[in-house]
């Protein structure tokens, strides 16, 4: 049934630019609010960036504001996260994930679907 599949990592040198796709299946993950999460090894997954699919409201974490953007494409069902200005801390699994609720999105224990990561690799 409903499915997230992460595309789109890859190794790049800091200062680079990346851009991961989520592509969602299943009419309930087509309408959900999405995020990004991510993980490094021997640390908790965290927040990185949310869209509402109604209204396209958009939220960043802290640590990647002005240089990441999250957006969708409605009629592919895909959700993206434009990675710029990459920094070795940005070094991570990045997880897809959708959420049933448009609250607490920053939070991963808001969301009940989770895609498998894809490995993004910042190099100094």
């Known amino acids: 049934q409903a499915q997230l599949v992460e595309s789109g990592g890859g190794l790049v040198q800091a200062g680079g630019s990346l851009r991961l796709s989520c592509v969602a299946s299943?009419?309930?993950?087509?309408?959900?609010?999405m995020g990004w999460f991510r993980q490094a090894p021997g640390k908790e997954r965290e927040f990185v960036a949310y869209?509402?699919?109604?209204?396209?409201?958009?939220y960043y974490a802290d640590s990647v504001k002005g240089r990441f953007t999250i957006s969708r494409d409605n009629a592919k069902s895909t959700v993206y996260l434009q990675m710029s200005s990459l920094k070795p801390e940005d070094t991570a699994v990045y997880f897809c994930?959708?959420?049933?609720?448009?609250?607490?999105?920053?939070?991963?224990?808001?969301?009940?679907?989770w895609g498998q990561g894809t490995q993004v690799t910042v190099s100094s």
């Open positions: 299943g009419r309930t993950l087509s309408s959900r609010a």
């Open positions: 994930a959708a959420a049933p609720t448009l609250t607490h999105l920053s939070s991963r224990a808001s969301y009940d679907y």
């Open positions: 869209i509402t699919w109604t209204g396209g409201i958009t």
